[in-house]
T-cell receptor, first 109, second 117 residues
Framework: GQNIDQPTEMTATEGAIVQINCTYQ??????LFWYQQHAGEAPTFLSY??LDGLEEKGRFSSFLSRSKGYSYLLLKELQMKDSASYLC??????????WGAGTKLIIKP | GAVVSQHPSRVICKSGTSVKIECRSL??????MFWYRQFPKQSLMLMAT?????????EQGVEKDKFLINHASLTLSTLTVTSAHPEDSSFYIC?????????????FGPGTRLTVT
């Protein structure tokens, strides 16, 4: 079967760094996405990795290891507005997105 | 960037009535559109995949006679919740994927909050 695992909830302090992990087992792989979703809103695209390595985009970075079926999203200099759910999704062999359950990130002052 | 709109953004209806939700790709042609449902504090759940001009493919457990999907053009897909019940109250989100060559690009609409009383 296809499976995406990520922690249910994480807590971090404003100004700090947090890493959200995602492991996956899918039939085929055409890339891994990270989305941010604030309560009551639709997901918004953060990053896409299809090759191994680190992709940096401002305060957010995403890492992928295809051999390990593993990715992480790194958020630096955390701000209160970063409090949201972070969704990991893998594009399978049919280019269909397989979604993780999401990680709720709580930022404390 | 690509924009996907949904209408309405919020709807309240009485039990037993039907509700239609529209999903439009505003600046690109979407050969495939996806309909998701999200209950409070849960992740997105794919309901169905619709390809322009053909019947939608429904995920297991989703009643195709209750959730009617029409993808009549490359820029419009509609989801009709027929004979809605309070348990259908949820956040419905569509996403659209562009034509061949952009298989990995999926753009989300802002969502429609449905409340059935």
């Amino acid at each position: 079967g296809q499976n995406i695992d990520q922690p249910t909830e994480m807590t971090a302090t404003e100004g700090a760094i947090v890493q959200i992990n995602c492991t996956y087992q899918t039939s085929g792989f055409n890339g891994l996405f990270w989305y941010q979703q604030h309560a009551g809103e639709a997901p918004t695209f953060l990053s896409y990795n299809v090759l191994d390595g680190l992709e940096e985009k401002g305060r957010f970075s995403s890492f992928l290891s295809r051999s390990k079926g593993y990715s992480y999203l790194l958020l630096k200099e955390l701000q209160m507005k970063d409090s949201a759910s972070y969704l990991c999704a893998v594009s399978d062999s049919n280019y269909q997105l397989i979604w993780g359950a999401g990680t709720k990130l709580i930022i404390k002052p | 960037g690509a924009v996907v709109s949904q209408h309405p953004s919020r709807v309240i209806c009485k039990s037993g009535t039907s509700v239609k939700i529209e999903c439009r790709s505003l600046d690109f042609q979407a050969t495939t559109m996806f309909w998701y449902r999200q209950f409070p504090k849960q992740s997105l759940m794919l309901m169905a995949t619709s390809n322009e001009g053909s019947k939608a493919t429904y995920e297991q457990g989703v009643e195709k006679d209750k959730f009617l999907i029409n993808h009549a053009s490359l820029t419009l897909s509609t989801l009709t919740v027929t004979s809605a019940h309070p348990e259908d109250s949820s956040f419905y989100i569509c996403s659209a994927r562009a034509s061949a060559g952009f298989e990995n690009e999926q753009y989300f609409g802002p969502g429609t909050r449905l409340t059935v009383t």
